[in-house]
């Protein structure tokens, strides 16, 4: 199957500071890629579809700015997380369909104190 | 409005049981239903349905899709505790490449 890399795989870092997560497909190309906040024993909540080369589109309650999604290349989205606060303490997941299936990032534990 | 509904939202079984989870959807442009696992990070595929009545099956997993009454359900039997995880079910639409996920169930498997 097809294999997607994310890192870092966990990050603590100081309310107000920026984060960045990277989410790479390595045995493919991935013109879209999916992102993704999952809450403990709950389900993924999509935050934005990336697409290589234009904007990101981003579901209805999620603030663009505050979540800054690049698409630069076909095997590389980065979701960076500015001026982090507490609540945006939290697991972030990527994803890339391949084959008309998902394959999955091993996720981000953010945590902001 | 598209949605993806799994119940139940958790599940506490005992080892040799056996468990069917459900996810009911209405999704515009159905394309495939996908079921995945996930224990601790990434979730990991199960099955992808597509034709109704056609049961899919993987050792103690099987699924199965019923395209006109627009659900899907998953059936472990002889659960063991390596089974304790969140089961998610995604549904593909053929417009704009969306998957749409469920509420997840969480299903713990106690010895």
């Known amino acids: 199957g097809a294999v997607v890399s994310q890192h870092p795989s966990w990050v603590i870092c100081k309310s107000g500071t920026s984060v960045k997560i990277e989410c790479r497909s390595l045995?493919?190309?991935?013109?879209?890629m999916f992102w993704y906040r999952q809450f403990p024993k709950q389900s993924l909540m999509l935050m934005a579809t990336?697409?290589?080369?234009?904007?990101?589109?981003?579901e209805q309650g999620v603030e663009k700015d505050k979540f800054l999604i690049n698409h630069a290349s076909l095997t590389l989205s980065t979701l960076t997380v500015t001026s982090a606060h507490p609540e945006d303490s939290s697991f972030y997941i990527c994803?890339?369909?391949?084959?008309?299936?998902?394959?999955f990032g091993s996720g981000t534990q953010l945590s902001v104190l | 409005e598209d949605k993806v509904v799994q119940s139940p939202l958790s599940l506490v079984v005992h080892e040799g049981d056996t468990v069917t989870l459900n996810c009911s959807y209405e999704?515009?442009?159905?394309?495939?239903l996908l079921w995945y696992k996930q224990e601790k990070k990434a979730p990991t595929f199960l099955f992808m349905l597509?034709?109704?009545?056609i049961e899919k099956k993987s050792g103690r997993l099987s699924s199965i899709l019923d395209k006109k009454e627009l659900f899907s359900i998953l059936n472990i039997t002889a659960t063991q505790t390596g089974d304790s995880a969140i089961y998610l079910c995604?549904?593909?639409?053929?417009?704009?490449?969306?998957?749409?996920f469920g509420t997840g169930t969480s299903l713990t498997v106690i010895p």
């Open positions: 994803s890339a369909a391949v084959n008309e299936k998902l394959f």
């Open positions: 990336s697409n290589e080369g234009s904007k990101a589109t981003y």
């Open positions: 597509t034709s109704s009545g």
């Open positions: 999704v515009t442009n159905f394309r495939s």
């Open positions: 995604a549904v593909e639409s053929n417009t704009g490449n969306q998957f749409y």
């Open positions: 045995d493919f190309q991935a013109t879209t």
